[in-house]
T-cell receptor, first 116, second 111 residues
Framework: EAEVAQSPRYKITEKSQAVAFWCDPI?????LYWYRQILGQGPELLVQ????????DSQLPKDRFSAERLKGVDSTLKIQPAELGDSAMYLC??????????????FGEGSRLTVL | GQNIDQPTEMTATEGAIVQINCTYQ??????LFWYQQHAGEAPTFLSY????GLEEKGRFSSFLSRSKGYSYLLLKELQMKDSASYLC????????????FGAGTTVTVRA
């Protein structure tokens, strides 16, 4: 069964360092999402891509976060510099068709970030 | 974003039934989703409602009333493995079909 791949699974870093997360969506899925989930809360959308274009990054802290999906396939989310409050699970998800049929999101295993 | 409210925690006994309510406010409603998330794992899709009424899928059912901005997820014949967080999520067609999540309801099933 096709899956959304994410790496690394766990990342521990010190504040002010740079960190990057990678996501490879299910083949053929045009829409890719990065969510941040703080313990005890629901996922919060950081950025949404349609192919290689950003369609929503309104909640992305652009002073320190960046995201790209250069060829419309895999994607990278970067944080520089990391802050203590960035400790969270970073979830990548993809969907087949934006807004049509169920459009359910398929999530990767997530990347758990701890900032010390 | 959307205002999505659901209870924080619920506890039930193995074999029983639990109903998790979700209320939402959105201007461009385009579907409501329920996801299950076990501790430390990614959310997995449970159900989808876009029209009013009840959708049944095995032991799980989901109901939607668009006029009331209300949904519930019904878990029947509870099993220990059903202990998890249940996330209500709403899609908004006026915001590029953005999917926004509630904070989740932690269900604990006791023997």
């Amino acid at each position: 069964e096709a899956e959304v791949a994410q790496s690394p699974r766990y990342k521990i870093t010190e504040k002010s360092q740079a960190v990057a997360f990678w996501c490879d969506p299910i083949s053929g899925h045009a829409t890719l999402y990065w969510y941040r989930q703080i313990l005890g809360q629901g996922p919060e959308l950081l950025v949404q891509f349609q192919d290689e274009s950003v369609v929503d990054d309104s909640q992305l802290p652009k002073d320190r976060f960046s995201a790209e999906r250069l060829k419309g396939v895999d994607s990278t989310l970067k944080i520089q510099p990391a802050e203590l409050g960035d400790s969270a699970m970073y979830l990548c998800a993809s969907s087949l068709v934006r807004g049509e049929n169920t459009g359910e999101l398929f999530f990767g295993e997530g990347s758990r970030l701890t900032v010390l | 974003g959307q205002n999505i409210d659901q209870p924080t925690e619920m506890t039930a006994t193995e074999g029983a039934i639990v109903q998790i309510n979700c209320t939402y406010q959105t201007s461009g409603f385009n579907g409501l989703f329920w996801y299950q998330q076990h501790a430390g794992e990614a959310p997995t899709f449970l159900s989808y409602n876009v029209l009013d009424g009840l959708e049944e899928k095995g032991r799980f059912s989901s109901f939607l009333s668009r006029s009331k901005g209300y949904s519930y997820l019904l878990l029947k014949e509870l099993q220990m493995k059903d202990s998890a967080s249940y996330l209500c999520a709403v899609r908004d067609q006026l915001k590029d079909y953005k999917l926004s999540f509630g904070a989740g309801t932690t269900v604990t099933v006791r023997a």
